[in-house]
């Protein structure tokens, strides 16, 4: 089910709480296919910390990334640019072995 752009933040930064680490310790990007950009691009491990959200448009996709990356200081693209079918927002804790 897509949420609202404020919905995602609030959950992106409610799951960093809950596995803690510092902020730049987590990377938070957009995908077409979130899991398999998780798991195949990224490198994530069953059982890794990560989470996937649904936005309503690209736009506030983009704008969530944006948000992470210069307000939270997490890693992730905050270029700017809206990728169409770009819905999925996606965060992960780093590992030694996850490629950013």
Known sequence: MAKEKNEI???I???IAKFGGRSAE????TSVDAK???YK????KQGDPGLVRTAHTEIQ?????TTFVNTYKTKGS??????PDRLQVYAYKLQPYTKP
């Open 9 to 11: 933040i609030a959950d």
């Open 13 to 15: 930064r409610a799951y």
């Open 36 to 38: 398999s950009t998780l």
């Open 78 to 83: 905050a270029d700017g640019v809206v990728e």
């Open 41 to 44: 691009m990224h490198k994530l």
């Open 26 to 29: 987590w990377f938070v990007g």
């Open 61 to 65: 996709a983009a704008d969530v990334v």
